[in-house]
C-alpha cells in the first residue's frame, strides 16, 4: 500500500543550493498538496494542483515552485534555498476539489538549510 | 490571527481515561478533518465531517460537528497508549472546497500508564 509517497526522506542544504521534492501517488487522484509543518504555526499549504496541467498558489508560496509533471507527481522545487525553509514538506493527495475527499498525506520529507 | 484554534494545546492523561479535544473556528465549517500524527511521521487520516449535528465513530473515537458547523470535537474513551500523538484538525473554511485544507495547530496527547 503505498499511497503517497515523498522523496527524500532527509535532507540538508546550504543556503543558496536547490533541490527539488518528489511526490507521487498511486491513487488515480487528481488533486496533489504541497504543505509545510513549523513548530507553533500548523501546517500551511504551499501550493497546490487541482487537477493535472494546473497549478496554484497556498498560503506561503514565496521561494518555491512546483510542477505537475503528470496525473501521478507533483514536485516542489526550491531555487535558491533559505534558513527559514528549513521545515517538514508534507504532499498530500484527494480525489477532488470538492469538500469530503478525504486528503491522503504521505511521511513527511525533514529538510534543514544551513 | 489563527482561524482554527484547537484546545487544548497538549494533554496528559493516566491510560484507560476519557479524553476530549476541540477544533473552534469564527468561520463555517464546510468539511471538517481529524488527522493523527505520531512523532516523525505522517499523517492519518481518522474521519471528516461535513453536516451539522453529525457524528462518527471509529473504534474508541468519536468525532462531532456542531450544529451551527463552527466547532467540532474529538473523544477518546478508555485512552491506550497507541492513542499518544499529536491531533490536528483541518478544515475547508472557504467553502470552494478543498483547495487545501486550513489546519488548527495541533494537540499533544500523551498517554501515562
Known amino acids: 500500500n503505498a499511497g503517497v509517497t515523498q522523496t527524500p526522506k532527509f535532507q540538508v542544504l546550504k543556503t543558496g543550493q536547490s533541490m527539488t521534492l518528489q511526490c507521487a501517488q498511486d491513487?488515480?487522484?487528481?488533486?496533489m498538496y504541497w504543505y509545510r509543518q513549523d513548530p507553533g504555526m500548523g501546517l500551511r499549504l504551499i501550493y497546490y494542483?487541482?487537477?493535472?496541467?494546473?497549478?496554484d498558489k497556498g498560503e506561503v508560496p514565496n521561494g518555491y515552485n512546483v510542477s505537475r509533471l503528470n496525473k501521478r507527481e507533483f514536485s516542489l522545487r526550491l531555487e535558491s534555498a533559505a534558513p527559514s525553509q528549513t521545515s517538514v514538506y508534507f504532499c498530500?493527495?484527494?480525489?477532488?476539489?470538492?469538500?469530503?475527499?478525504?486528503?491522503?498525506f504521505g511521511e513527511g520529507s525533514w529538510l534543514t538549510v544551513v | 490571527s489563527q482561524e482554527l484554534e484547537q484546545s487544548p494545546q497538549s494533554l496528559i492523561v493516566q491510560e484507560g481515561k476519557n479524553l476530549t479535544i476541540n477544533c473552534t473556528s469564527s468561520k463555517t465549517l464546510y468539511g471538517l478533518y481529524w488527522y493523527k500524527q505520531k512523532y516523525g511521521e505522517g499523517l492519518i487520516f481518522l474521519m471528516m465531517l461535513q453536516k451539522g449535528g453529525e457524528e462518527k465513530s471509529h473504534e474508541k473515537i468519536t468525532a462531532k460537528l456542531d450544529e451551527k458547523k463552527q466547532q467540532s470535537s474529538l473523544h477518546i474513551t478508555a485512552s491506550q497508549p497507541s492513542h499518544a500523538g499529536i491531533y490536528l484538525c483541518?478544515?475547508?473554511?472557504?467553502?470552494?472546497?478543498?483547495?487545501?485544507?486550513?489546519f488548527g495547530k495541533g494537540t499533544h496527547l500523551i498517554i501515562q500508564p
Open positions: 494542483s487541482a487537477s493535472e496541467g494546473t497549478t
Open positions: 491513487m488515480n487522484h487528481n488533486s
Open positions: 498530500a493527495s484527494s480525489w477532488g476539489r470538492e469538500t469530503g475527499n478525504t486528503i491522503y
Open positions: 483541518g478544515a475547508d473554511i472557504s467553502g470552494g472546497g478543498a483547495d487545501g485544507l486550513t
